[in-house]
């Protein structure tokens, strides 16, 4: 398995998932480690 593969996949899914639900969550774990 190549790792810089699957890291494009993962971004690729996050972006089909739906970009502002992925920022959001994003923004929210980033909100979490903060506090």
């Known amino acids: ?3 810089q ?3 494009i996949i993962s971004g690729f ?3 089909a ?3 502002v ?3 959001m ?3 929210y ?3 979490l480690h903060a506090s």
């Open 1 to 3: 398995m190549n790792l």
């Open 5 to 7: 593969k699957v890291a």
């Open 13 to 15: 899914l996050v972006l």
């Open 17 to 19: 998932i739906g970009g």
């Open 21 to 23: 639900g992925g920022l």
């Open 25 to 27: 969550l994003v923004g």
């Open 29 to 31: 774990a980033i909100i």
